[in-house]
């Protein structure tokens, strides 16, 4: 591909606000099903969530790629140091981000990948295709076979051309979706009914675990 | 170790979506178990460590301690301009689950006391896991793998039967009868694996249990896209629970190796 990229695994380059820029850009959010506003935009995402959410991700995939020259100035005004700049290749601390992906993993027999991001205006030039093969291959290195990807709709043909596919155990994928007006009026034990938001969801937490006392009829 | 070379990754180890699977076969008498329950141990894996995770280490003091101590958080360092966190200002927040409960007591037969015990946080002998996982016929799988994922997981939940006799004076039979556990990011999605309840104690409500207090514990700490797997034939215990095959379109796609 024409534009000179630098993809790294390395987590320390990993920086919490141009990612969240990179996200604000694709207008993505990392709940499931996210608050939208009036004019379709996602909700921005916490930084102190993302944070965590790094730190606890097995494998972390960034790309970088050059800023775009200033076509404003002309040749003449190029300077030395424009030169030299223009020379070097690129890496995290002189790219733009401009692509992302990670992967929660145990460590030991599953894997799930999230998060696979490309900056809109180079989307569909193979940046997403090869940050979740870079994913998979970092994952199977260490011996991981079992990875799994959540997608919506448009996302599945993107994850079938990374060689994603159908369960070959036949399972179903199932979400806990579970709000408190389905369950609070047969569940007389759970008056409270309390709540969880994520995204635009608002989820029942069950009750605490119960001692009970009795005999085995 | 491992003989990896040989085996093809399509062999990949199988019970990821193997969820409260329904089995037919006889109980064994309580096999001669390896190692009794050991002693939780609250200091983070050494592997972890030195992977700056901040492993969730389940409170060991007691119960009301761990309620006063709450969950410490690390205010980010690399962040830049971003707001300190703020602790909220409601009361501190209780312990993820409780470390060890009784939900039955039973009186066999026999005059022999049957307690079942819920569990979070503590270690599960791996070799006792295989054994249950042997009762509801799932494939075996590498012990060091399935250690590594125990060790790695954000949630691990266990059942287990402990059978005293009245005029003994021993600590009783332990035996392990259930288990699940949740992976997570610890932020915003989570995944519920390998949930299994032995089949003698089936019916009881005890893997609705499991799976309950997981997801409890998940969304008390804000996680909030819990997902799972399941086997055709125990969607529709999930559903009652809560989940939903496919919400909105969205289903999970897996890995295939190519050669």
Redesign the interface.
């Known amino acids: 591909m024409a534009i000179p990229l630098f993809t790294s695994t390395n987590p320390s380059h990993v920086n919490l606000l141009h990612l969240t820029h990179l996200f604000r850009s694709a207008n993505f959010s990392c709940h499931r099903f996210p608050n939208i506003n009036t004019h379709g935009d996602v909700e921005a995402v916490d930084p102190h969530k993302l944070r965590v959410a790094l730190d606890h991700s097995s494998v972390l995939v960034s790309v970088f790629c050059k800023p775009p020259k200033s076509s404003e100035r002309s040749a003449s005004l190029r300077t030395l140091g424009d030169l030299f700049r223009e020379a070097l290749p690129v890496t995290q601390s002189n790219g733009r981000l401009v692509g992302f992906g990670r992967a929660v993993s145990d460590n030991g027999l599953t894997a799930s990948i999230h998060d696979v991001v490309v900056l809109p205006s180079l989307q569909r030039q193979g940046i997403g295709s090869m940050i979740v093969k870079r994913i998979v291959r970092m994952l199977i290195g260490r011996g991981i076979y079992d990875v799994s990807a959540l997608c919506s709709c448009e996302e599945r043909l993107f994850f079938e051309a990374c060689g994603f596919g159908n369960d070959m155990l036949g399972s179903t994928t199932m979400i806990y979706t579970r709000g408190a007006s389905q369950s609070n009026l047969s569940d007389k034990g759970n008056q409270n009914g309390v709540v969880k938001g994520a995204g635009r969801m608002l989820l029942l937490v069950p009750p605490p675990v119960v001692v009970v006392e009795g005999e085995r009829p | 170790m491992?003989s990896?070379a040989t085996i093809p990754?399509s062999s990949?180890?199988?019970?990821?979506?193997r969820h409260h699977a329904h089995s037919n076969s006889n109980s064994n008498s309580n096999s001669n178990s390896i190692r009794l329950f050991p002693s939780p141990s609250p200091s983070p894996s050494p592997?972890a460590a030195t992977r700056?995770?901040?492993l969730y280490c389940p409170p060991v003091p007691s119960f009301w301690d761990s309620i006063r101590s709450g969950f410490k958080k690390d205010n980010?360092t690399?962040?830049?301009?971003?707001p300190p966190?703020t602790l909220s200002e409601e009361e501190e927040e209780p312990p993820l689950l409780?470390r060890e409960?009784?939900?039955?007591?039973?009186?066999?037969p026999d005059g022999t006391i049957e307690q079942i015990i819920?569990s979070s946080g503590a270690d599960v002998d791996v070799y006792e896991l295989q054994t249950l996982c042997d009762k509801v016929g799932w494939p075996r799988?590498p012990l060091?793998?399935?250690?590594?994922?125990?060790?790695?997981?954000?949630l691990v939940a266990t059942l287990h039967s402990l059978k005293k006799s009245p005029d003994s004076e021993g600590d009783g039979r332990k035996e392990l009868i259930g288990m699940a556990r949740a992976?997570?990011?610890?932020?915003?999605?989570a995944?519920i694996?390998d949930v299994l309840v032995d089949p003698n104690y089936q019916g009881q409500g005890l893997g609705k249990?499991l799976v309950?207090?997981l997801?409890?514990a998940l969304?008390?700490r804000?996680i909030?896209?819990?997902?799972?797997?399941?086997?055709?034939q125990v969607?529709d215990f999930?559903?009652n629970?809560?989940?939903?095959?496919?919400?909105?379109?969205?289903?999970?796609?897996?890995?295939?190796?190519?050669y």
């Open positions: 491992l990896g990754p990949f180890y199988c019970g990821r979506r592997a700056k995770l901040k980010p690399q962040v830049i301009d971003m966190p409780p409960v009784v939900l039955l007591q039973n009186s066999l819920f799988r060091s793998k399935v250690a590594a994922a125990l060790k790695n997981s954000y992976t997570s990011d610890h932020a915003f999605n995944t694996w249990a309950e207090q997801i409890r969304l008390q804000d909030g896209n819990i997902t799972l797997f399941a086997d055709g969607v999930y559903r629970l809560g989940f939903q095959p496919d919400p909105e379109g969205i289903k999970g796609m897996f890995w295939y190796p190519r």
